[in-house]
T-cell receptor
Framework: AQKVTQAQTEISVVEKEDVTLDCVYE???????LFWYKQPPSGELVFLIR??????QNEISGRYSWNFQKSTSSFNFTITASQVVDSAVYFC???????????FGAGTTVTVRA | DTGVSQDPRHKITKRGQNVTFRCDPI?????LYWYRQTLGQGPEFLTY????????KSRLLSDRFSAERPKGSFSTLEIQRTEQGDSAMYLC?????????????FGPGTRLTVT
């Protein structure tokens, strides 16, 4: 069984602050895939990134960066210089090799205040 | 717009009524998924289609729920004899075929309220 834990329920920051979202996962699969999705107030889940378990290289995309550490089963997400438009619920998700469904964490609500 | 679309966006129904939701996936995607999301929680998997074949169903999908994808294109999710506990956002997603690494793209969801 796959399990994803996002311990932070809500994070509130002032614009331009950095914010890091934690994600810890459990799986028995040796090959698996990790994802981050953003859900703005409109409700639609927006895909942000996929990371394969055999690729531990960290990634940066604009103001977003991801830190994957297999040794601690963590896949953390940092928004640098946050903006009001970053306000949303962010979900971490996991899928095992050969599996089809995503297992989501409970989400972290990020509020960026002007 | 070539993304995943869902209809209706909102549905209010009385307990005991039947409801049906539709999902149109991205056209070249042969995999289609249904999830349910309740307030304050992440989406939970309901069922999955590859083309027209329903390959997996969650135990969350009671016998009051049925999903179809008759021609491997759009899908419908029907809930019979709705209960207040069925109130949730129903999300549809689609992805490309043969590998398991392909990301799922979600539609805007159908918010169901059962009164």
């Amino acid at each position: 069984a796959q399990k994803v834990t996002q311990a932070q329920t809500e994070i509130s920051v002032v614009e331009k602050e950095d914010v890091t979202l934690d994600c810890v996962y459990e799986t028995r699969d040796t090959t698996y895939y990790l994802f981050w999705y953003k859900q703005p107030p409109s409700g639609e889940l927006v895909f942000l990134i996929r990371r394969n378990s055999f690729d531990e290289q960290n990634e940066i995309s604009g103001r977003y960066s991801w830190n994957f550490q297999k040794s601690t089963s963590s896949f953390n997400f940092t928004i640098t210089a946050s903006q009001v438009v970053d306000s949303a619920v962010y979900f971490c998700a996991l899928r095992g090799l050969g599996d089809y469904k995503l297992s989501f964490g409970a989400g972290t609500t990020v509020t960026v205040r002007a | 717009d070539t993304g995943v679309s869902q209809d209706p966006r909102h549905k209010i129904t009385k307990r005991g009524q039947n409801v049906t939701f539709r999902c149109d996936p991205i056209s070249e995607h042969n995999r289609l998924y249904w999830y349910r999301q309740t307030l304050g929680q992440g989406p939970e998997f309901l069922t999955y289609f590859q083309n027209e074949a329903q390959l997996e169903k969650s135990r969350l999908l009671s016998d009051r729920f049925s999903a179809e994808r008759p021609k491997g294109s759009f899908s419908t999710l029907e809930i019979q004899r709705t209960e207040q506990g069925d109130s949730a956002m129903y999300l549809c997603a689609s992805s490309l075929g043969t590998g398991s690494s392909y990301e799922q793209y979600f539609g805007p969801g159908t918010r169901l309220t059962v009164t």
